[in-house]
């Protein structure tokens, strides 16, 4: 069965840093790789994506604050969160595109498999 696990989150003051991970076991193919947060009370919101040639996409929300990265092919997509503010503390999950080739987009149902989330909190 695929799998994506996250890692990375924890707790930091207003204006602090966090890299999130997201590795993948088990997939047949390569695909499109995506970011999505949830925070209590809240509904789940796309962030971010990385398609299986590098290219990446953004929410208005995180542009010029996060960056994401990785390989997929290697199994392993990472989220640089810098600047990080009272609006980011959520559950963080990676999530593996339905579809090959670009990212298809912030719809969840466009996206089957899911990690179980990693946590951050943004506190002073």
């Known amino acids: 069965q695929l799998r994506l696990v996250e890692s990375g989150g924890g707790l930091v003051q207003p204006g602090g840093s966090l890299r999130l991970s997201c590795a993948i076991s088990d997939a047949l193919e390569d695909r499109p790789i995506a970011w999505f947060r949830q925070a209590p009370g809240r509904n789940r919101e796309y962030i971010s994506c990385?398609?299986?040639?590098?290219?990446?996409n953004y929410a208005d929300s995180v542009k010029g604050r996060f960056t994401i990265s990785g390989e997929i092919a290697k199994n392993a997509v990472y989220l640089q969160m810098d600047d990080l503010q009272t609006g980011d503390p959520a559950l963080y999950y990676c999530?593996?595109?339905?579809?090959?080739?670009?990212?298809?987009?912030?719809?969840?149902?466009?996206?089957?498999?899911w990690g179980l989330g990693t946590q951050v909190t943004v506190s002073s």
């Open positions: 990385i398609d299986t040639n590098g290219v990446t």
């Open positions: 999530a593996r595109s339905n579809r090959r080739g670009r990212c298809p987009g912030p719809m969840r149902r466009e996206y089957s498999y």
